[in-house]
Antibody, heavy 116, light 107 residues
Framework: EVQLVESGGGLMQPGGSLRLSCAASGFTFSTYTMNWVRQAPGKGLEWVSY????????QYADSVKGRFTIFRDNAKNALYLQMNSLRAEDTAVYYCEGDSGGYDYWGQGTLVTVSS | DIQMTQSPSSLSAYVGDRVTITCRASQGISTHLAWFQQKPGKVPKRLIYGASILQSGVPSRFSGSGSGTDFTLTISSLQPEDFATYYC?????????FGQGTKVEIK
């Protein structure tokens, strides 16, 4: 069974840091490009970051560039998002998503709340 | 950056109706477009990729068309379980962008 399980969300103060993790199982993680997508409460989907299967390609949305870092460990079947300098507008459910041509998998999401 | 304009923002239709949702890209994106369905409280689900390729397991009443700047998602005969919000996503150029979403309600 394919699974993507996010963890690491929680309540953080503005300016704080948080690391999200996404544990993959049931598919060949190392062949999939991965993304983080977020959804603020009651709002639409926002693409956040991309990483290629071998980590040679990395991209960010303008809204997080310079503050967030995506990385992966194919040996551990894991994807990460290091989030620094958090802002109130980063409050959202964060989903990890894996894509390999005709296959597309999503995790259940982890809620990040940034508030004082 | 490429902007995606999705319309309408919401619609209400009867079961059995044909429903059409459109996305327009601010510049050409070939067929690098996907459509997602998100039901309330649930995880997004990809319906279409490559603008017109139906994701495995998705009912054939869903179809996608278009290339370049104009794209369409069609539900040929709306079913009660199709109540959801639909999003397009351009993945031609970074930063990738989702459309604003279309909320489909059943009359």
């Amino acid at each position: 069974e394919v699974q993507l399980v996010e963890s690491g969300g929680g309540l953080m103060q503005p300016g704080g840091s948080l690391r999200l993790s996404c544990a993959a199982s049931g598919f060949t993680f190392s062949t999939y490009t991965m993304n983080w997508v977020r959804q603020a409460p009651g709002k639409g989907l926002e693409w956040v970051s991309y990483i290629s299967s071998d980590s040679s390609g990395i991209q960010y949305a303008d809204s997080v560039k310079g503050r967030f870092t995506i990385f992966r460990d194919n040996a551990k079947n894991a994807l990460y998002l290091q989030m620094n300098s958090l802002r109130a507008e980063d409050t959202a459910v964060y989903y990890c998503e894996g894509d390999s041509g005709g296959y597309d998998y999503w995790g259940q999401g982890t809620l990040v709340t940034v508030s004082s | 950056d490429i902007q995606m304009t999705q319309s309408p923002s919401s619609l209400s239709a009867y079961v059995g109706d044909r429903v059409t949702i459109t996305c327009r890209a601010s510049q050409g994106i070939s067929t690098h477009l996907a459509w997602f369905q998100q039901k309330p409280g649930k995880v997004p689900k990809r319906l279409i990729y490559g603008a017109s390729i139906l994701q495995s397991g998705v009912p054939s009443r869903f179809s996608g068309s278009g290339s370049g700047t104009d794209f369409t998602l069609t539900i040929s005969s709306l079913q009660p379980e199709d109540f959801a919000t639909y999003y397009c996503l351009q993945h031609s150029n970074f930063p990738w962008k989702f459309g604003q979403g279309t909320k489909v309600e059943i009359k």
